[in-house]
T-cell receptor, first 113, second 111 residues
Framework: DVKVTQSSRYLVKRTGEKVFLECVQD?????MFWYRQDPGLGLRLIYFSYDVKMKEKGDIPEGYSVSREKKERFSLILESASTNQTSMYLC????????????FGSGTRLTVV | QKEVEQNSGPLSVPEGAIASLNCTYS??????FFWYRQYSGKSPELIMF????GDKEDGRFTAQLNKASQYVSLLIRDSQPSDSATYLC???????????FGKGTRLHILP
């Protein structure tokens, strides 16, 4: 069964910490995405990548960065965590062309205290 | 105008009835349309996609697309309590691989 795996299901971090969220897919997909999901705001795109070492800003990139050193792995980095970054973070991948939809990971619920 | 609009609900439907979920989109050039189901605390799961005008059926689910009206719907026949979830409509505009998601409709099936 094809999968998108996020390294942590729940995470609690302190304000100011550097936080790494890892995502690995085993489907040989070119495209990978990071979203956050908050009640009433829906899914908001943070960053995405169409290729190794390539990244593009989504709708809300402020306070985040990403890394894609290998095709299967896409990392989201919170440089200095703040309480307003408490959220559900979802990683997704796709094979390209937008025709087949995204496969999502199980999500990481991050709480910043 | 929001790119993908859905009624937030909740939509309450008796068990065994047909649940009808609706979505409109603003970009007339959109090419691919998706329905995701999301249970509380879980991640979205793709349940249907449709590319052409008309109906597409898969088990108890039917997706309907009307490009002229920029309207997508999802029908769930013989609704079950396990269908209670939030349903996200999503659209690919065809220019790249980015999918635009609606905020979702909460569906509650009444036993």
């Amino acid at each position: 069964d094809v999968k998108v795996t996020q390294s942590s299901r729940y995470l609690v971090k302190r304000t100011g910490e550097k936080v790494f969220l890892e995502c690995v897919q085993d489907m040989d997909h070119e495209n990978m995405f990071w979203y956050r999901q908050d009640p009433g705001l829906g899914l908001r795109l943070i960053y995405f990548s169409y290729d190794v070492k390539m990244k593009e800003k989504g709708d809300i990139p402020e306070g985040y960065s990403v890394s894609r050193e290998k095709k299967e792995r896409f990392s989201l980095i919170l440089e200095s965590a703040s309480t307003n970054q408490t959220s559900m973070y979802l990683c997704a991948s796709s094979s390209g062309q937008g025709s087949y939809g995204y496969t999502f990971g199980s999500g990481t619920r991050l709480t910043v205290v | 105008q929001k790119e993908v609009e859905q009624n937030s609900g909740p939509l309450s439907v008796p068990e065994g009835a047909i649940a009808s979920l609706n979505c409109t989109y603003s970009d007339r050039g959109s090419q691919s349309f998706f329905w995701y189901r999301q249970y509380s605390g879980k991640s979205p799961e793709l349940i249907m996609f449709i590319y052409s005008n008309g109906d597409k059926e898969d088990g108890r689910f039917t997706a309907q697309l009307n490009k002229a009206s920029q309207y997508v719907s999802l029908l769930i026949r013989d609704s079950q309590p396990s269908d209670s979830a939030t349903y996200l409509c999503a659209v690919n505009r065809g220019r790249d691989d980015k999918i635009i998601f609606g905020k979702g409709t909460r569906l509650h099936i009444l036993p």
